[in-house]
């Protein structure tokens, strides 16, 4: 069950700026931790701190892993602890212990189901563990019969992952109570079995359709409830982190220098564009524009739909945030820098320290960070509304609870999916 600490009670007490409030709540004031950048050099840049605050981490942990999901924000730390975190007011939902080592390259997901506050998913080297997103009580915990080669993407009645053997496993998840949910099928393609891992995460689609890369670099698209493969593609060679979804087309850098926009239909090539060096960081799509880096040479956009080159910035690596008429890149040495998303062109930039870690934010312009001492932040462009008392009291009374719809604990069904549960299902566990 999640730990509901009196952090989450008073961790906004920390922020820079809500000295104030803090007397509201404690009888001695709470003095607010130091900035890691400070605000002048914020203002600089256009923007300023939302929210900042400290774990606070026993002994000699520090945190290994932080990801953005949805509205939460979830920090790992060496000793396996997940932190699940508001992300609009920096408040703690709820802390659990994963129990054993959970690795970067497995990053947790949100299952997609009708409510919109599906639980969130962890894969661990022995178990799956499922959490409710809000309240941080464990829904289901089991052991799967095969070595986990990535994360898992789930709805509400089947969860997908890949193997280290080299498989795409489909898991009957929702009706097994017991430690080993129901195998549904173990991914054949042209009349074999992958011989080679899927650690990428898979990537799931509005339309019972998986994407996922094995570390060749076929790409396959398979459709999730008959197993049946749609179509593949070889990319020619080793693809870095997975493919990418944008509005027509899914996006992969392969390392034989090209970038492919891929009909999600059929797999045919939509377009291409040819880089300098091979590729090996995943592409990123934000809004209409879909970002590439390639070593030695920046990063390049390119526009979703028409494939059209927009431009390179030879000093950025990668996409951090951003959303309307400017985003945020990762440069040299932690920089972030602020651009103009039509141009390209460098309007301003914010210096953190070197370790500094941010999480990629693709729905909005607030660039959330984490060093791995335990401070996490969060900061906003300038004109973004300040945080309010009120704001701060209404997020408190809802930290456990959706905001979309109250979950029970159990993952709900779709009404088809009801219908048709008692049904005979022609991949059945026994069909490996």
Known sequence: MGMRTPIAAICFLMMSGFQS?????????????????GSDALRGAGYASVWSFDLELPGHETMTGYYL??????????????????????????????????????????????????????????????????????????????????AAVADSLFLYMGTAGGKLVSLRWEESLADFPLVRWRATLDGRLLTTPVQATPVQGDDDRFYFVTDTGIVYCVEGRSQRRIWSFDAGGPVGGGVAVGSVALFVASPDRHLYALN?????????????????DRPTV????????????????????????????????????????????????????????????????????RDLMTVQNTGSDLIFFATPAGRLGCLGPHGYPPLTNKDILHARSELHVSRRTSLSGVLDLPDQDLKSRNEVDPLRSDRR
């Not at 803090?22 to 003095?31: G, K, L, Q």
């Not at 045919?268 to 300098?276: E, G, L, Q």
């Not at 910035?313 to 039509?342: C, H, M, N, W, Y």
Request: with cysteine.
């Open 21 to 37: 409030l803090a007397e509201d709540f404690i009888s001695t004031p709470m003095r607010a931790a130091p900035p890691v950048i």
């Open 286 to 353: 934000s809004q209409d524009t879909v970002y590439q880096y390639c070593e030695e040479y920046g990063l390049y956009a390119f526009d979703v739909d028409t494939g059209e080159f927009l431009w390179r910035q030879p000093a950025a690596r990668r996409f951090v945030s951003g959303k309307g008429d400017r985003v945020v890149l990762g440069g040299p040495e932690g920089t972030l820098l602020i651009v103009d998303r039509k141009t390209g062109g460098v309007t301003g930039a914010i210096y953190p320290p």
């Open 69 to 150: 999901l949805d509205e939460n924000l979830y920090a790992v730390t060496s000793s396996d602890l997940v932190y699940a975190i508001e992300a609009r007011t920096g408040l703690i939902r709820w802390i659990n212990n994963l129990g054993e080592r959970s690795f970067r390259e497995r990053p947790p997901t949100h299952v997609k189901n009708n409510s919109g506050g599906g639980p969130v998913v962890f894969v661990t080297p022995s178990f799956v563990q499922v959490f409710h997103r809000y309240s941080g009580d464990l829904i289901r915990r089991f052991e799967v019969p095969f070595a986990p080669g990535g």
């Open 264 to 280: 999600t239909l059929d797999g045919s090539v939509v377009n291409r564009h040819r880089f300098p060096n091979p590729l090996h």
